[in-house]
């Protein structure tokens, strides 16, 4: 593995000036407004009814109603008590609250954080506690932040002001089931990032309640306010991928993401590489197991497929539009791109022993693709037997720097 710094990233990832992203254009989010956009014969809006609309559970395996109960009670915590798919900025993710707990100590008190690589530590073993898997820290980027928050359920909007001194970002990653995974894209497969987007809401909320209390200022953050992806590579927590995804050393494309903005002085970590740009220059394992065809194949490009890319970036970039259509017509998720990417192993030592050979021999990543064909990785495992076969299983949590 190997450390950047931020202008070697910079050279890597970016091409261009950055446009800032307006929220309401993420593709979940153009299901509730884009009456004019046709996907197929229906515009983006009407396959958002159908995706957001009730869909009745089946016979078919991982499509009953115990499958659909068990996925949506994986997602209740986000629903009911986070929104950081919506607006944010309320409940888990309130931007301030009050101090709740047992012998709290009087409002105004402040640590001394004259030690920001000490204080950063404190706040890694924090988050680590309290149930994130990687966590990093960067300096803020104002390419990252949407320009408008957008309101899923009534559909306000406005712009987003952030504190101006809120120069630090805590990135952390939360680790889905690498067995749920096998399943997609049966409608049982959601609990994984129903429980990432959970415990996303859980964690940050309670790391900026603990940033609070010693005195500082934290705005935390799921999915709003801020893009995720270009934060946690900056926070060193990965790559990208072809497919769009953050891909971290320790459990490949198989996370969620969340942030905390704060005026906390922290020590921030480097952006990171381990190969993965040139292993899916090679493999396109993504691109040909996608069901709508939104993962693109040959060589990164800034260019746009529509509104719902960032514009400036070098990557492969994702058509929402195409991937959208998909899950509104399946009635529910995918996660084909995560099931057959070769960086989404338990990483035991024979798959250690393979990361260290994408990452130093590089020259040999067709042979690792088609080994991990050889070997079956990436299959669809049947929901027949799910809840008899189905074992889950506590994650490995690990910090950054």
Same mark, same amino acid.
């Given at each position: 593995m190997?450390?950047?710094?931020k !202008? ?7 091409a261009?000036p950055?446009e800032? @992203?307006?929220?309401k254009?993420?593709?979940f ?9 046709l996907?197929?014969?229906k ?9 957001y609309?009730?869909v @009745? ?8 109603l115990q499958?659909?109960?068990?996925? *949506? ?10 929104f950081?798919n919506?607006?944010?900025q309320?409940?888990? #993710? ?12 009087? /409002? ?9 690589p000490?204080i ?9 506690y ?8 960067t300096?803020r980027?104002?390419?990252?932040? #949407? ?5 899923l ?14 120069? #630090?970002?805590?990135? @952390?990653a939360?680790?889905?089931? =690498?067995?749920?995974?096998?399943y997609s894209?049966? /409608?049982?497969? !959601? ?15 309670l790391?900026a309640?603990f ?7 934290a ?7 801020? @893009? ?5 590579l /900056?926070?060193?927590?990965g790559?990208?991928?072809?497919n769009g995804?953050?891909?971290t ?6 996370v969620?993401?969340?942030k905390?903005?704060? !005026? ?5 970590d ?13 493999c396109?394992?993504?691109?040909? *197991? ?14 746009? =497929?529509?509104?719902? *890319?960032?514009?400036?970036?070098l ?5 929402a539009?195409?991937?959208f ?11 084909n791109?995560?099931?057959?990417c070769?960086f ?8 250690k ?10 020259w040999?990543?067709?042979l690792?693709?088609?080994? !991990? ?7 669809q495992?049947k ?6 076969e ?7 949590r690990?910090t950054?720097?």
């Amino acid at each position: 593995m190997k450390h950047l710094t931020k !202008d070697e990233w910079e050279r890597k990832y970016i091409a261009r000036p950055i446009e800032r @992203m307006d929220q309401k254009n993420i593709g979940f989010n153009r299901a509730r407004w884009d009456e004019q956009t046709l996907i197929g014969e229906k515009t983006f809006r009407e396959w958002g009814k159908k995706l957001y609309g009730l869909v @009745m559970p089946s016979d078919k395996p991982g499509d009953t109603l115990q499958d659909f109960s068990f996925k *949506n009670a994986a997602w209740y915590l986000e629903f009911g008590f986070g929104f950081g798919n919506a607006k944010g900025q309320q409940g888990l #993710y309130a931007w301030d609250s009050t101090q709740i707990g047992v012998s709290r100590a009087p /409002q105004g008190l402040k640590i001394d954080a004259a030690d920001p690589p000490q204080i950063t530590r404190d706040i890694k073993k924090v988050a680590t506690y309290f149930g994130a898997d990687l966590v990093g820290v960067t300096r803020r980027d104002e390419r990252w932040i #949407y320009t408008d928050y957008y309101d899923l359920r009534d559909r306000k909007y406005g712009p987003v002001q952030i504190p101006e001194d809120c120069k #630090y970002v805590i990135a @952390m990653a939360f680790e889905m089931d =690498h067995e749920l995974i096998k399943y997609s894209p049966a /409608q049982v497969t !959601d609990a994984a990032p129903g429980m990432g987007y959970s415990k996303m809401a859980f964690t940050t909320g309670l790391l900026a309640q603990f940033i609070r209390g010693i005195g500082y200022k934290a705005i935390p953050c799921g999915n709003d306010t801020a @893009m995720s992806t270009p934060i946690a590579l /900056q926070a060193g927590l990965g790559e990208l991928g072809r497919n769009g995804l953050l891909i971290t050393p320790e459990y490949g494309p198989r996370v969620r993401l969340s942030k905390v903005f704060t !005026d906390l002085p922290l020590a921030s970590d480097e952006p990171i590489e381990f190969g993965v740009t040139e292993f899916c220059q090679q493999c396109n394992k993504c691109a040909h *197991n996608c069901p709508s065809q939104a993962i693109m194949y040959g060589e990164r490009t800034t260019k746009s =497929h529509n509104i719902s *890319n960032v514009s400036g970036e070098l990557k492969w970039p994702v058509d929402a539009e195409r991937c959208f259509s998909f899950w509104a017509r399946h009635s529910g998720p995918c996660s084909n791109c995560l099931r057959v990417c070769p960086f989404n192993k338990d990483m035991n030592w024979f798959h250690k022993t393979s990361r260290w050979f994408v990452d130093n021999i590089r020259w040999a990543d067709p042979l690792y693709r088609k080994l !991990d064909d050889l070997f079956g990785y990436g299959k669809q495992k049947k929901a027949d037997n799910f809840w008899d076969e189905w074992k889950p299983r506590q994650a490995l949590r690990t910090t950054r720097g």
